[in-house]
């Protein structure tokens, strides 16, 4: 039994970048089946970013108008400031307001040293991390009058050890920091900004066959089932709802599983005394730098530095 009452978003407005396929199609569906009014941004190109298409985005909304859901579409690219700047305007112009941005739009150009260069790092940039910030940037200024704001971007596991979407890893790490760092300053202001990373089938994991996890697994059809988009969208929306709990964090999705992810410290190695450690101190300790036991995860910078500095008192106290 859940004893949750229904979240729901009446009155909401979510912006949902790359909504035309895959997850990004499954969050808008289900903000929408739980009253947001959507904007259903895509630019429909291939998964490498190339081309366009108006088709995706459109049937998306078709399928919300159907299901007696409200959403306009948006065709704008978010590898372009002015995409971005239009797309949030999309949503004031329509719905009067802006609530909730879902940052999903993403491409995907496989590629290693030296093979990815400096386009292929400038292209995956543009989508992930300037179409991040850029459209959360354009909706800033209206959370903040209204003194509230739900923010979402998307990672990825893959930032773990992607050597063939090398691009791609670095875009979803440098994710990782604007989320935790714009979290900071977000919540003074009544804006909440949260990170997901999502495990599930889609175009690039159906098709490239490179690194994804149903190639590795030789998936069978049972547990593809469970590997599908609407399998990670409760999480987007419980991060994306009034009640969100948390701010700066990172949260797993995908087959079921729900989870977080977050960013620890071991206790490491103290040398003691006042002469300069040397790197084969360093070397000596090497087990205890690295020991995970008693490791910690500071909530935010302010929490770690405090730990710092109190052990830098406690040198000063000792002498
Ligand atoms: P997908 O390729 O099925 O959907 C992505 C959508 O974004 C496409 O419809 C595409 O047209 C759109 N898009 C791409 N560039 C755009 C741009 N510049 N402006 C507007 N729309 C754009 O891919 P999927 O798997 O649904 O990916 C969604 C997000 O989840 C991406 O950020 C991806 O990196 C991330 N992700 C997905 C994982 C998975 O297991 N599927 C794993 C980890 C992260």
């Given at each position: 039994?859940?004893?949750t009452p229904e979240?729901?978003?009446?009155?909401r407005?979510?912006?949902?970048?790359?909504?035309?396929?895959?997850?990004?199609?499954?969050?808008?569906?289900?903000?929408a089946s739980?009253?947001?009014?959507?904007?259903?941004?895509?630019?429909?190109g291939?998964k490498?970013g190339?081309g366009?298409?108006?088709?995706p985005a459109?049937?998306v909304?078709q399928?919300?108008?159907?299901?007696?859901?409200e959403?306009?579409?948006?065709?704008?690219?978010?590898?372009?400031?002015?995409?971005?700047?239009a797309?949030?305007?999309?949503?004031?112009?329509?719905?009067?307001r802006?609530?909730?941005?879902?940052?999903?739009?993403?491409?995907?150009?496989?590629?290693?040293?030296?093979?990815?260069?400096?386009?292929?790092l400038?292209i995956t940039?543009d989508?992930?991390?300037?179409?991040?910030?850029n459209t959360?940037?354009?909706a800033?200024?209206?959370f903040?009058?209204?003194?509230?704001g739900?923010?979402?971007?998307?990672?990825?596991?893959g930032m773990?050890?992607l050597p063939?979407?090398?691009?791609?890893?670095?875009?979803?790490?440098?994710?990782?920091?604007?989320?935790r760092s714009?979290?900071v300053a977000?919540?003074?202001?009544g804006?909440?900004?949260?990170?997901?990373?999502?495990?599930?089938?889609?175009?690039?994991?159906?098709?490239?066959?490179?690194?994804?996890?149903?190639?590795q697994?030789?998936?069978?059809e049972a547990?593809?089932?469970l590997?599908?988009?609407?399998?990670?969208?409760?999480m987007?929306a419980?991060?994306?709802?009034?009640?969100?709990?948390?701010?700066?964090?990172?949260?797993?999705?995908g087959?079921?599983?729900?989870?977080?992810?977050?960013l620890?410290?071991?206790?490491?190695?103290?040398?003691?005394?006042?002469a300069?450690?040397?790197?084969?101190d360093?070397a000596?300790?090497?087990?205890?730098?690295?020991?995970?036991?008693?490791?910690?995860?500071p909530?935010g910078?302010?929490?770690?530095?405090?730990?710092?500095m109190s052990q830098?008192a406690?040198?000063?106290?000792?002498?």
């Amino acid at each position: 039994m859940n004893a949750t009452p229904e979240l729901r978003f009446d009155g909401r407005v979510a912006v949902v970048t790359g909504a035309g396929r895959g997850l990004g199609r499954a969050h808008a569906l289900l903000l929408a089946s739980r009253g947001a009014k959507v904007v259903v941004n895509d630019f429909g190109g291939s998964k490498e970013g190339v081309g366009s298409d108006t088709g995706p985005a459109n049937e998306v909304v078709q399928e919300i108008i159907d299901a007696g859901g409200e959403a306009v579409a948006d065709t704008n690219s978010v590898a372009s400031e002015e995409g971005c700047q239009a797309l949030v305007e999309t949503a004031v112009r329509e719905f009067g307001r802006i609530d909730i941005v879902v940052n999903n739009a993403g491409i995907s150009r496989w590629a290693t040293f030296p093979e990815a260069d400096a386009e292929n790092l400038e292209i995956t940039l543009d989508v992930h991390l300037r179409g991040t910030w850029n459209t959360t940037r354009a909706a800033w200024p209206h959370f903040a009058e209204q003194g509230y704001g739900r923010v979402i971007t998307t990672a990825s596991t893959g930032m773990l050890g992607l050597p063939n979407n090398l691009a791609y890893a670095t875009a979803k790490g440098a994710l990782i920091g604007f989320t935790r760092s714009l979290a900071v300053a977000a919540k003074p202001q009544g804006i909440l900004v949260n990170c997901i990373a999502p495990n599930s089938v889609t175009r690039p994991s159906e098709t490239t066959g490179k690194g994804s996890i149903v190639a590795q697994n030789q998936m069978d059809e049972a547990r593809a089932a469970l590997m599908q988009t609407d399998r990670v969208s409760p999480m987007v929306a419980f991060l994306a709802h009034e009640s969100c709990p948390v701010n700066g964090e990172i949260l797993v999705a995908g087959a079921n599983r729900f989870g977080r992810w977050f960013l620890g410290f071991t206790e490491g190695w103290l040398a003691e005394g006042d002469a300069v450690p040397t790197v084969e101190d360093v070397a000596a300790h090497w087990e205890q730098i690295n020991d995970l036991d008693g490791f910690y995860v500071p909530s935010g910078l302010q929490d770690w530095s405090a730990r710092f500095m109190s052990q830098l008192a406690d040198m000063g106290t000792s002498k």
